[in-house]
């Protein structure tokens, strides 16, 4: 009796067994629901990619349409640089016309309109160092009825004299123009400058007539 309860016991736990294995082998009781709803989450990952890709250049135009503080338009700044060469440039004809005033009331001539081109030469700056001081410059080549335009050597040497003698009068380095300034016409407003620190060096009498006249 207990032989065959043993049988039957043993005869009776395979067949326990058996739903548990089918149940994993391919009797799952909702054998699609993992795979469908794996399917279903990779559809809309899926799907979502696209309006993403979609949205990012939207995005991405949207912050980058502004433009930015560089290239906008300039117009503040670019007026006040006009005004800026515009009052330089007043400046500067105001001091060429104290010059044309000066070397005419002290020399006691008329200038032509171009008064670049009358001083090119350097005679009239020579003989106006010459009033402030007499025979600060010893010699000048002055044009003849011969040669009535001096060479380019010669209007050289009259314009180092003229240079020169300012400087040994007192006109400070930093208030010297150059040659070229005189030379090729590029700065009368230097030569302005020179001249009025020459001038302002003249005996106090002469300061007076020139302060008159002006």
Known sequence: AVLDFVKQK???S???QHPLLDGVDGECPFPSRRSQHTDDSALCMSDDRPNALLSSPATETGHASPLPPSAAPTTDSTDSITGQ???QREEELELID???K???YRLKVSLPCDLGAALTDGVVLCHLA???RPRSVPSIHVPSPAVPKLTMAKCRRNVENFLEACRKIGVPQEQLCLPLHILEEKGLSQVAVTVQALLELAPPKQQQH???AV
Do not use: G, T, Y
Request: a positive charge; aromatic letters at 0%.
């Open 130 to 132: 010459n009033h402030v």
């Open 210 to 212: 020139q302060l008159s």
């Open 10 to 12: 043993a005869s009776q």
């Open 14 to 16: 395979p067949q326990k």
């Open 85 to 87: 060469n515009s009052r």
């Open 98 to 100: 104290q010059l044309r």
């Open 102 to 104: 000066h070397i005419e």
